[in-house]
């Protein structure tokens, strides 16, 4: 009788045993997946913060260059009056 307890007893440890490493492959899988939404998250935002960067970057030069433009332009006018003028006083 008591042989057969003692079966009983470890059989329901047993059972326990393998429902809780059940569970704890279920857990495993859970962090796991967090894990690879966590490093996702943080690999998509620093391409977004790499593209931004780039971005900035890109029209902060876009404007230098139309400033300078504008200072050629005005020059290229002034240049154009003064040859109008000289031009116009030989006539």
Do not use: P
Request: aromatic residues 6%; contains cysteine.
């Amino acid at each position: 009788m008591s042989q057969s307890l003692a079966d009983f007893r470890t059989q329901e440890k047993d059972i326990k045993n393998s429902k809780l490493k059940q569970v704890n492959l279920e857990k495993e899988a859970a962090v796991t997946l967090q894990r690879i939404i966590i490093w996702g998250t943080c690999t998509m935002l620093l391409v977004l913060l790499l593209l931004a960067y780039f971005l900035f970057k890109s029209v902060r030069q876009r404007n230098k260059i139309n400033v300078q433009l504008d200072n050629v332009n005005k020059d290229l006018e002034h240049l154009n009056l003064l040859n109008q003028k000289i031009f116009s006083a030989n006539s």
